[in-house]
């Protein structure tokens, strides 16, 4: 008899475990030298993202130890991925790097990473489904199809800042790169953008259907077709405060009727064409942009009104 407290005890501390582990971690680690067999602790860290976030709650954050290599990974759940002041490394030739497919009240965020397609990956970032993405302090390079993909079929919230994405026009491989292509489906997709750069692609930012951009304090530049393209009639781009330049078609370019694009304090210099407007789309100023050295440019067709 003098044993069964004892069975007791030890049942429920094993049932006790069983629980945790089945819950996962609100921090898992990673580290170059790690392996996924490990319990993602920080004495024992996992080796991939991949890895980390199959042993890591919803809402928890994996978090990296040095800068490593850690793998594409495509993430299903509340997470956050921070490569800490290492600035953690994804190396996806001839793949997508991180694809977001989470729930409808899912965050996801990533921040401190370099991403890179080595120019033979497809996109660095595909937003599929989620409430939320933030992207903060990452660069990504050496895409051939997109550095940031939001093909959102309900709608989504979108924030990159403090980020740049950028590749080498002189590649073959990434001749058609976009560095933000942008739309949705049924719902609004709401992006903002805060001290971005898009540079050095074939487009700097495309923004499609149903999707509403504000950009602030970013640099759309020296890309091969346009820096800022509004291309579907439900498409709206807010700009302020921003360079675009040395575009070689267009700096900014609302291709189809219904297409909006305001401006307000931005520079746009020294683009083959500075501003150019299709029948029936809009680019609307509110006086205090600076346009000069373009090759040839359309003066906006409005003025900010209150809507």
Same mark, same amino acid.
């Given at each position: ?14 049932? #006790? ?25 920080? #004495? ?14 919803? +809402?928890?954050?994996?978090?990296? &130890? ?8 495509? &993430? ?13 490394? &994804? $190396? ?19 921040? =401190? ?6 120019? #033979? +990956? ?6 599929? !489904?989620?409430?939320?993405? *933030?992207?903060?302090? *990452? ?6 199809? @997109? ?6 079929? +309900? ?7 403090? !980020?740049?994405?950028?590749? !080498? ?30 540079? +050095? ?13 504000? %950009?602030?304090? @970013? ?5 091969? @077709? =346009? ?5 579907? $009639? ?9 360079? &675009? ?19 307000? %304090? =931005?520079?746009?210099? =020294?683009?083959?064409?500075?501003? #150019? ?5 809009? *680019? $609307? @100023? ?22």
């Amino acid at each position: 008899m003098s044993q069964l407290p004892r069975l007791g005890a030890a049942l429920v501390l094993s049932l #006790t475990a069983a629980t945790v582990h089945a819950v996962g971690l609100t921090r898992a680690w990673v580290s170059g030298i790690g392996d996924d067999a490990n319990p993602c602790a920080r #004495t024992a860290p996992c080796k991939t993202f991949a890895g980390a976030q199959a042993k890591t709650a919803p +809402g928890g954050e994996i978090t990296a &130890i040095d800068a490593g290599s850690y793998g594409v990974v495509t &993430i299903t759940q509340a997470l956050t991925i921070n490569g800490e002041g290492s600035v953690a490394t &994804i $190396s996806a030739p001839g793949l997508n790097a991180i694809t977001v497919n989470a729930g409808p009240n899912d965050r996801v965020v990533l921040r =401190n990473l370099s991403i890179n397609g080595v120019n #033979t +990956g497809l996109s660095g970032i595909r937003y599929l !489904s989620g409430k939320e993405l *933030v992207v903060t302090n *990452v660069s990504i390079r050496g895409f051939t199809q @997109s550095g940031i993909e939001m093909a959102v079929a +309900g709608g989504g919230n979108l924030h990159v800042l403090d !980020s740049v994405i950028s590749n !080498s026009t002189g590649a073959a491989s990434i001749a058609n790169s976009v560095g933000m292509d942008l739309e949705s489906g049924n719902g609004l997709g709401l992006v903002t953008l805060d001290n971005v750069r898009l540079q +050095g692609l074939n487009n700097g930012l495309v923004v499609g259907a149903n999707t509403r951009v504000t %950009a602030t304090d @970013s640099v759309f530049s020296s890309n091969v @077709s =346009n820096g800022i393209l509004a291309s579907a $009639s439900t498409a709206v781009v807010n700009v302020a405060d921003s360079q &675009i330049a040395f575009n070689a078609l267009v700096g900014v370019n609302a291709s189809v009727a219904g297409a909006t694009i305001r401006l307000a %304090a =931005n520079h746009i210099y =020294n683009n083959t064409q500075g501003v #150019t407007i299709a029948a029936g789309a809009t *680019v $609307s @100023s509110d006086g205090n942009n600076r346009v000069a050295g373009n090759g040839s440019s359309t003066s906006p067709n409005g003025t900010i009104t209150v809507e």
